[in-house]
């Protein structure tokens, strides 16, 4: 008999002794409206989901002070996402950032003008980023400056458009594939 | 072509060119249709870029189209080698901002059914894990076990892969008469199995060899890449959505989160993240029997209207599903169709490292490597 002993238990091996407990969102911001001044909007909310919104331009730095600051640590990128908001002119981008040291939560966002879509890359801050910014290029077409890897993920290359915008229209076809099917229902019917 | 090159600066003698091979779209051991372009020196890989996307349906924009019942099938094709936990991610979401609350029995049918599809997965993964690397034997074992636990979700809801079980309130249909203790004695059975998987397996000399200090992704790299699930918690970090960002009925319930402890090598290697699965689908065994043991009686679907239109609002949900931590950014904007959904899920982040952890790694030690993340395609490319 080869068993593999248990893997060590719930309390052992444990990496959370320094664990100061969780901040909540207002304090956060209030620590990141001190640094970083008009930049940092203050706290709103989306009914169930509290955020604050910063500039696009210092994203990277904003990113780089969540991260690096002991009582925040905000190591781990969870999420990325981007919404067109035609109405308002706007693609949002929201992040959704975790500390697994102190196990807590924070909800970044970015409006950026629906004509010219930009932010700074926050690749350098966490890796996750290269490929969650990738999908959002992709899909949104969001430029995020200094990215190192600026492509399509999901789609082809040569694709046109980006699909999640809300006014994106499907071309008739790609490289002579129809993408529009013709159906008998359709057809008038044969006496 | 001669082997023997001449260098540049006259030296004589057998020089390396660097080769650039394409692995996939279609491939037996890349665990559905995805492709790698590897740059090699003979059999030493410099890189290997993934090329994603022949999966992609665009899901997140069917959903914006199909309305929030409507969209419940095609949770399914999200992940469909674990439908039932992809399922629960998006009707929990529908739930929160509609303020929906489930009955009791319905979470309890939601977990027997999420552990059940868990155990699946993770025994095709530890399946597939053997195959990918030659050991065929133990791939046909898992698929027959595996084979049980489609036949008990088939009687639960019809299908057995692609389950559309659950809906927003609950779930589609109550357990048949007697299931829990089919279900019962399908543990009894499963159990001892798990060890026989161990003792086949798991400490296999060569299977050590192929995998042991394989690939090691430290805790540091792990976090920043966003590693979920099994693939984090073998490097060391003990999170588990279910634990400690807990939802449904999972607090009533006593159970371990296994993390990797580098048995037979370095924290973080091939090995653990194998056996952090291995462990895991005990610790699924034990929530089923306190769940069977547990269940109330009462209805499993909450009052929801036809015409479901929550109000506006945005919300993350978690999911500990079996590739792990899968987080749902949903947005309502009062209608009776999402404005938009996007879903970040655990084969994404895993297929984002493979690229740097390539990087001198031996070409055999790729499949490897996509097994031990246990990739599945679809999931990436949504």
């Known amino acids: ?191 | 072509m001669s082997l023997e090159l001449e260098f540049d600066d006259g030296r004589e003698g057998f020089a390396t060119e660097e080769m650039t091979l394409n692995m996939g779209p279609q491939h037996p051991s890349t665990h559905g249709v995805l492709r790698f372009i590897i740059r090699a020196d003979g059999e030493v890989m410099r890189s290997a870029k993934a090329d994603v996307g022949f999966l992609h349906r665009s899901i997140e924009k069917i959903a914006e189209k199909v309305g929030w019942h409507g969209f419940m099938p095609y949770t399914d094709r999200v992940d469909y080698v674990a439908a039932m936990t992809t399922n629960q991610a998006w009707a929990m979401a529908a739930e929160v901002l509609g303020g929906v609350t489930v009955p009791r029995r319905g979470e309890y049918c939601r977990v027997i059914a999420a552990e059940l599809g868990r155990i699946c997965s993770h025994l095709l993964a530890a399946g597939a894990m053997g195959m990918d690397i030659g050991a065929i034997t133990p791939f046909t074992h898992a698929v027959r076990e595996r084979e049980l636990i489609n036949d008990l979700l088939e009687e639960l809801c019809g299908a057995r892969l692609t389950f559309n079980y659950m809906r927003i309130g609950g779930v589609a249909w109550d357990l048949p008469p007697g299931y829990p203790a089919k279900v019962l004695r399908f543990l009894d059975h499963f159990e001892p199995y798990v060890d026989e998987l161990d003792d086949l397996l798991s400490n296999n000399k060569i299977y050590i060899e192929r995998l042991a200090n394989v690939a090691v992704v430290t805790r540091e790299r792990a976090i920043a890449y966003t590693l979920v699930g099994p693939n984090l918690r073998a490097s060391g970090v003990r999170y588990d959505i279910r634990k400690h960002l807990p939802y449904s009925v999972y607090p009533e319930f006593e159970f371990d989160v296994p993390i990797g402890a580098g048995l037979h090598g370095t924290v973080g290697d091939c090995w653990d993240r194998y056996i952090v699965r291995l462990h895991e689908m005990r610790q699924s065994a034990k929530i089923l029997r306190q769940a069977l043991e547990g269940l109330p009686e009462g209805p499993v679907i909450a009052k929801v209207p036809r015409n479901f239109k929550p109000a506006a609002g945005e919300v993350h949900v978690h999911v500990e599903t079996p590739r792990g931590d899968q987080s749902w950014y949903v947005v309502a904007d009062g209608t009776e169709y999402p404005y938009r959904v996007h879903i970040r899920t655990g084969s994404f982040a895993a297929m984002s490292i493979i690229e740097e952890l390539s990087r001198g790694l031996m070409l055999a030690d790729l499949v490897a490597l996509i097994a031990s993340f246990d990739i599945v395609a679809p999931e990436v490319d949504r």
């Not at chain 1, 002993?5 to 969780?22: I, M, S």
Request: contains cysteine.
């Open chain 1, 1 to 191: 008999m080869n068993r593999t002993p248990t893997l060590p238990g719930p309390e052992e091996g444990e990496a959370g002794k320094d664990r100061q407990g969780p901040m909540n969102t207002a304090a956060i911001q209030q620590l990141l409206h001190e640094r970083f001044g008009a930049a940092v909007g203050p706290v709103e909310s989306a009914r169930l989901l509290e955020y604050v919104e910063v500039d696009g331009e210092i994203v990277d730095e904003i990113c780089l002070f969540l991260r690096d600051q002991p009582d925040l640590a905000f190591d781990c990128l969870n999420n990325l996402s981007g919404t067109d908001r035609p109405a308002r002119g706007k693609i949002q981008l929201t992040y959704e950032l975790f500390s697994y040291v102190h196990r807590h939560t924070f909800i970044l966002r970015v409006d950026t003008s629906r004509n010219r879509p930009e932010a700074k890359t926050v690749e350098n801050v966490w890796s996750a980023a290269n490929w969650l910014e990738r999908e959002i290029y992709d899909l949104l077409g969001v430029n995020f400056i200094g990215h190192s890897d600026l492509r399509r993920l999901l789609l082809p290359d040569d694709w046109v458009g980006h699909p999640l915008r809300k006014d994106y229209v499907e071309a008739p076809e790609y490289h002579g594939i129809s993408t529009v099917r013709e159906s008998i229902f359709n057809r008038p019917e044969r006496k």
